[in-house]
């Protein structure tokens, strides 16, 4: 995720930097910040400045990438959610609205976040029932 770019603040350069730094310093292994230690490197460098390359080709699908991520994170730290406190949190969180208005202004972040809770339930990350959201 590149969020100072979702605000509108450059910084898809400085990631492209630290990859090129990286792998100038050819390291045999990569410690991770999190996730597995893991060693190839050179196949890990191509698979990130691909990923890099399509954030800024589709700043939409980088935009509702980061709200899902987002969203896993107060999953992840709550555990389980009531739905009311969910919709709350959704409305009362600015970062939400900001990137909503600026990348979604014509989809209600009532829509937009609901769609996005629905893949997170298809794909297991996340489970809901009448009264709570839960992490999966």
Known sequence: MAFPELAGEPSFADMAATLDLIETLAPLQIV??????????DKSLAIARRRLDGLRRNPAKHARHAIKVLMKFKLLEMQAIGVDEWERWLRGTPYLAN????????????????????ELIASGAASMDRAFIRNV
């Open 32 to 41: 991770p910040g999190h996730g597995a230690v893991f060693g190839d490197v």
């Open 99 to 118: 990137i909503r208005s600026r990348f979604f202004a014509d989809v209600e972040l009532d829509r937009l976040t609901g769609d996005i809770l629905s």
